[in-house]
């Protein structure tokens, strides 16, 4: 009997000893959050501003591509379609991005035959700095003689717009501020079909009423007829073919510094990519005009 006692008085100490110590550590820990809480919640919302900012960003930490690392080689010379291929290092972020201020900086490009009476596809990554003004020029060729004879390839009412031959295709996604977008117009000119995709998607179709006659002239990358972008644009593409939507979307997936598909078709590409060469091997070298500066310090998409 006694022994039977002293086990439960031994159990009950035991007891007790353990509550006293889960009691001393509860303390402690209440104490150390007392402590330093207000140290831990002010690191936890630095690194959320940090990262909204895109400050922390892993992307920003992957390497990137100098000017001219990726290319296309035409072996046969500008023009030529035997043998092509894309050469260098291709597929990395690149090291800068065109910036335009919204005043009278753009790019020119040589005339390009694509838009006289033939199917093409234009895309490229843009990111707006205002919210809320419209016509900001991507593209834009025209003819003077006739607005029948104009491109406008912009942002209108702060959403992608395909506009030629009086007839105006508008998209329905909301291109916001401080976003890379990757836009994409296709124009097939036996079936008048032109579509705008958004981001790999399909955004907007719709049919023309005519065909797209320029013939002559110059084309500007960032300027819409005295509309300046206010932005940034890169890895402008353009094709003398239609794409497929499977093609748009491998574009969007490959990224900011993603290469062209359909090297036999790619007409000309600026990577913009701290110059305004055309790297598709077809010597399409632009001239800027006004001052476009090109940025290092971008947040990538």
């Given amino acids: 009997m006694k022994r039977k006692v002293k086990k439960v008085l031994k159990q009950g100490e035991e007891k007790n000893s353990l509550l006293n110590e889960l009691k001393i550590k509860s303390q402690a820990a209440m104490e150390y959050l007392m402590t330093y809480g207000w140290a831990i919640l002010i690191i936890a919302l630095a690194l959320g501003v940090l990262y909204s ?25 500008p023009g030529t379609t035997d043998y092509v291929s894309l050469q260098g290092t291709c597929g990395y972020l690149p090291m800068y991005v065109a910036s335009f201020n919204g005043v009278k900086v753009y790019i020119t490009v040589p005339y390009l035959s694509v838009f006289y009476q033939h199917s093409f596809t234009v895309t490229a990554w843009v990111n707006y700095n205002d919210e809320f003004s419209n016509d900001k020029g991507l593209l834009f060729a025209c003819q003077s003689d006739s607005v029948d004879k104009c491109l406008h390839i912009t942002r209108r009412n702060v959403k992608p717009y395909f506009g030629f031959w009086a007839d105006d295709l508008a998209g329905n996604t909301y291109l916001s501020r401080n976003k890379w977008w990757f836009l994409a117009f296709t124009w097939d000119s036996l079936t008048k079909q032109r579509n705008i995709s958004v981001n790999g998607k399909l955004d907007a179709r719709g049919t023309s009423r005519g065909l797209l006659n320029v013939s002559s002239g110059q084309v500007s990358i960032g300027n819409d007829w005295g509309n300046y972008m206010n932005g ?49 091997g077809n010597n399409n070298h632009g001239t ?14």
Avoid at 53 to 77: D, E, Y
Avoid at 244 to 256: M, N, V
Avoid at 288 to 301: C, E, L, R
């Fill in 288 to 301: 800027i005009y006004g001052g476009v500066t090109f940025v290092q310090n971008y947040n990538p998409p």
């Fill in 232 to 280: 940034s644009i890169a890895n402008v593409q353009i094709y003398n073919t239609v794409l497929t939507p499977q093609e748009i979307q491998y574009l969007y997936q490959q990224g900011l510094g993603g290469g062209p598909v359909r090297l036999q078709n790619l007409v000309a590409w600026w990577p913009l990519n701290g110059d305004a060469k055309d790297y598709s």
């Fill in 53 to 77: 900012l895109g400050i922390m960003n892993p992307k920003n930490f992957a390497p990137r591509a100098p000017p001219g690392s990726c290319f296309v080689f035409r072996p046969n010379g």
